[in-house]
């Protein structure tokens, strides 16, 4: 295992309307020593890095004794934070533990304040990663890419460029959880392709920033032609991620949480690292009803049959590639 992924919590103090994870309202969670002790398996495993995510992290007021833990096993971390709570006191201690922050933001003050539900959520994010450029914190700011914000993300980040942040990192909207209700948010390889130009352009102009994006929606023409794009078909097939919901359940995958299918077992029954050393990819793959339509796709060897997470419809068809004319990748990268 390379990195273990943690759900600290289901709670959220946002709505957001795409929110893959339907997070807001309290499931069950995990105590601090439960948390520790997976940290604990999780290295022995070989994992270097814990990803702590939500739900929004910040709201366990035990938060800074698990980064504390983790800084003293000698893992790295980062946590996943839309940054409403973060103040110059606990600036203190994610300085003093070598914390990395991903920061959320969608689009610029009005569309983020919409589409979190949260008036001022824009400005507490922008004052949070003012302390964050002033303590030297690392961090970088993500945006979940949907069709009503591709052409946002462009002012968006030159207005974080003003300010001094040069680290961007782009994911992309799931019909999942609560995104099923947001059918229209879907972008297509087209879109995605508009986009790339746009960070090109942003990219040209401020020559120091970095941007994450991944290619995850390729056109067949320009499968073999486009040697320089890595490609990853699904990434649960090198194990190298492991994942754990709030309440103890282990996961192949972020986007495959919650989905009982998946669920390869809960540390209430046996430790996280007996779970881990048991499964085996072949009992996935198993588990995954591959469509009709794959078996018979001359672009299977490639991709696999797409995300089995954006899978789960009568045709057990990746929705991407019902809904486009381009070869679908995994989504995510962990
Ligand atoms: S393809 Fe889907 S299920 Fe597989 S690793 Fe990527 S996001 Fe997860
Ligand atoms: S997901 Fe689409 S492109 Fe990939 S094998 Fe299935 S039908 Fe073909």
Partial sequence: MKIIHLCLTNRCNFLCQHCYLDAGKKLDELH???IEKVIIESKELGATHVHFFGGEPFLRTDLEEICKFCHENNLTFDIATNAYNID???VIWLKEFRAYLDINLLGPKD???????VNGAFKKAFKAIKLLIKHKIGFEVVTCIMKNNIDLWLPLAENLVSIGVN????????????GKKRYDLFCTGRDLER???????????YPKTIVTFEKCLVRPDLLQKDKKTKLSPC???NKKYGFLDCNGDVYPCFLLLRNKRFKLGNIHKSSFKKIWLKWTVEQLQKKRKISKHCFACKYYKYCLGGCPAYAQNKQNLDYRCILDNYIPFCPVKC
């Fill in 32 to 34: 601090k020593e439960e």
């Fill in 88 to 90: 110059s006191k606990k």
């Fill in 111 to 117: 569309f983020h304040d919409r589409m979190t539900g």
């Fill in 167 to 178: 680290r961007f990192f782009l994911t992309y909207f799931s019909k999942i959880g609560r």
């Fill in 195 to 205: 986009l790339e130009k746009i960070i090109q352009t942003f990219q040209k102009k």
């Fill in 235 to 237: 990434l649960f097939f």
